[in-house]
C-alpha cells in the first residue's frame, strides 16, 4: 500500500523523525525506511534500540508514530498517478487484485477506503492476517491462496528493498515503484516506473512471458540481522 497505492514516504520518515525526537534518538528517519520500508514499525524501532526493548513499549511507540503520520498526511492523502485506471483496467482484463500490506486494519480503511480504492482488491491481507510481515513471504503467500492463485503467475507491486525481497521468498516475480528509493537498490525486478500511467495489464502478461523465472532472494539483504526480524 505505502510507496505503490500512495507516495507518502517523506510523511512517515517526518512521523518516525517526531517521534525519535521525542524519544531522545539520534536516528535519520528517511535513511532508515529507505533500507526498512515495509516492516512493521515495531520492527523498525527495534533496529533503532542497542538493548531490548519490551513489546508493550514498542507497541506504545509505533501506537504514537501512527497517530503522527495520520495527523501529517490527513489532508495529502491522493493515489500515486494513474493507479485507479490500471487497477480498473486489470479487472477488466480478468486480474484477480489482492492488496499486500504490514499495516493494521484501520490504517487500511485510512487509505483505501478515503479514496475508494477498496472496489478494486478481490483480497485485502494485513497485519492481522499473517504472524510475520515483511521481508517475509507470509503477506504475499496468503494474499495468493486466499486469490486461489499459483505463486508463479503472481506479481507483486512494490517499492521497498524488503517487499523486492518478500516477493521473492513467496516465489513472485515483482514490478517496482521508484516512489520511495532509486531504481539502483533494487536487486532484480521485471520493470521498475515511477507510477502507473504507462503500465497497462497487457504489459504486465508481457513481462510475465520475458520473465519466466523468479529471482532467489539476494544474499546480501536476508542475511542481514534486521532482515530476521
Known amino acids: 500500500m505505502d510507496g505503490v497505492l500512495i507516495d507518502n514516504t517523506r510523511y512517515q520518515a517526518k512521523a518516525f523523525q517526531l517521534l525519535f525526537r521525542e524519544l531522545g534518538l539520534q536516528t535519520n528517519a528517511l535513511n532508515l525506511l529507505k533500507r526498512l520500508n515495509g516492516m512493521p514499525a515495531t520492527n523498525i524501532l527495534k533496529t ?12 506504545t511507540y509505533a501506537d ?3 497517530f503522527l503520520y495520520r495527523v501529517l498526511y490527513w489532508n495529502k492523502r491522493q493515489e500515486v498517478a494513474g493507479l485507479s485506471n490500471f ?12 492488496l499486500g500490506t504490514g499495516s493494521a486494519p484501520e490504517t487500511i480503511g485510512y487509505i483505501i477506503d478515503h479514496l475508494n480504492l477498496r472496489r478494486f482488491f478481490d483480497v485485502v491481507v494485513g497485519k492481522a492476517d499473517v504472524d510475520r510481515g515483511k521481508p517475509h513471504a507470509d503477506t504475499f503467500s ?3 491462496k486466499q486469490l486461489g492463485i499459483p505463486p508463479d503467475r503472481c506479481v507483486v507491486f512494490e ?10 521468498k513467496a516465489k513472485m ?4 515503484l521508484s516512489t520511495s528509493i532509486s531504481s539502483s537498490k533494487f536487486q532484480t525486478p521485471m520493470h521498475v516506473m515511477k507510477d502507473f500511467t504507462q503500465l497497462t495489464p497487457a504489459r504486465v502478461l508481457e513481462l510475465l512471458e520475458q520473465n519466466p523465472y523468479t529471482p532467489k532472494p539476494g544474499k546480501h539483504i536476508s542475511e542481514r540481522d534486521y532482515a530476521k526480524l
Open 159 to 168: 517499492d521497498a528493498v524488503l517487499g523486492e525481497q518478500a516477493a521473492y
Open 142 to 144: 496468503e494474499a495468493a
Open 64 to 66: 504514537r508514530r501512527e
Open 48 to 59: 533503532v534500540y542497542r538493548n531490548p526493548v519490551p513489546e508493550k513499549e514498542l507497541k
Open 87 to 98: 487497477l480498473q483496467a486489470a479487472r477488466a482484463a480478468g486480474f484477480k487484485i489482492a
Open 173 to 176: 516475480r515483482c514490478i517496482c
